[in-house]
């Protein structure tokens, strides 16, 4: 692994002008009010039906993934409904007249009072520290690249439009990742494995909460932007240190690959900027193209990468695999759930052992030999569903999940 300069980064990934995107044309947006995709979510079937009682499907299962999912309307209301008869409602009305869509709040500390900013490499380092005992697995800080902020914010909840500019005081990211637990994404495609994920954006939720509060009680302004709005993340999460973009259009990070979600808070605070960072996942991700193969939608593209996207809902500028997201959600819809096969059969979302960081530093420093280990993980049966008729039997949480922390 090597240390990247922001310049050899901006070489690496960008190959023209980046405008700034409009939040109105991301996948998750386009069936509220896009014609040609409207309606195409109706089969996504949430509710149990009797039809569904086989392994992985039972009710049982459903009643996991649900139960875990209820954090996430925390940081859906947290984020869109400030209490109108709060200071939280004041405050965010005085930003939004600057641009600002959905911005997190709260009461503010005894008046006058801050802490001290004077050394912003300490400062950081408490930030960090906070953000690992919050629940963070990795945590990070990058400067706020303005180009990857979302020209408009569109409202998954209500369906509210707004035309965004973050005010310029906000100067920084704290970007935090958890890690998904590698023995529940093995029953992809079933609810057990949307569990999983489900957990992780619940966990960023409640992570960004706290660390939203412990900042503005601190005496300085963040906003919380856990349901992945104000910002695109996987750039800030690249330019944090985390990890690299991969074929299947997600952050790869070393310790987890792509079964990682990311959150960040923005904040005026003064903090000391992390760099991003070069492991081999570009050149690995061109020899292997496990997660084209296995795309039951065909919406990763096999091949190198190009700088053309599919629809509206690509970002132009950058030297990518872009993923047609279209098919990829209409996936979502046959099937009625996320899929995560592509991060499923990633060789870079094997367990954290040392037999498998052996083989991440071989990658990183043996390249050349990339094509012998997509044979070797084939070979070895990686890659396939582990079948759901045993899983309440066998489930052991607590001894399987990892937790391998990472300040960048």
Known sequence: MKKLTLDEWEKKYIVGPVDRFDQKYTMFSRPLWDSKVKGILEKWAFKYSPSKEMPGYTLQDQALRVSVRQGILMGYFHTAKPS????????????????????TMASPPPEGEKIDISDPKRLTRDIKNAAIYFGADLVGICKLDRRFIYTHTYQLLDSEYNPQEVPEEYQYAIVM??????????????????????????????????????????????????TNDVAMTI???????????????????????????????????????????????????????????????????????????????????????????????????????PCTICIGVCPFSKPDNWFHQSVRWLVDNVRWADSF????????????????????????????????????
């Open 84 to 103: 109108p008869s709060s200071l939280a409602r004041v405050i965010a009305e005085k930003v939004k007249s600057y641009g600002v869509g959905k911005v």
């Open 235 to 337: 750039p800030m999460a690249m330019q944090a240190g985390f990890g690299e973009l991969g074929r299947n259009g997600l952050l790869v990070t070393p310790e987890y690959g792509p079964r990682v979600r990311v959150s960040k808070v923005l904040t005026d605070l003064p903090l000391v900027p992390d760099t991003p960072i070069d492991f081999g996942v570009t050149e690995f991700c061109s020899k292997c193209e496990r997660c084209a193969e296995t795309c039951p939608s065909h919406a990763i593209i096999r091949g190198e990468r190009i700088t053309t996207g599919h629809n509206v809902s690509n970002v132009t500028g950058e030297l990518k695999w872009p993923i047609n997201a279209e098919r990829c959600i209409g996936q979502w819809a046959a099937i009625g759930k």
């Open 177 to 226: 990742g958890f890690g998904e637990d590698y023995n529940m994404l093995k029953y992809f495609p079933t609810y057990i494995a949307d569990a999983e994920t489900s957990y992780g954006y619940s966990r960023m939720a409640i992570t960004n909460h706290y660390m939203t509060k412990f900042i503005q009680f601190m005496g300085y302004k963040a906003i919380d932007c856990t």
């Open 373 to 408: 280990y997509v044979r070797m993980d084939k070979l070895l049966g990686y890659g396939k569903p582990a079948k759901a008729d045993d899983f309440w039997d066998k489930w052991q949480p607590l001894p399987s999940r990892e937790k391998r922390v990472r300040i960048s």
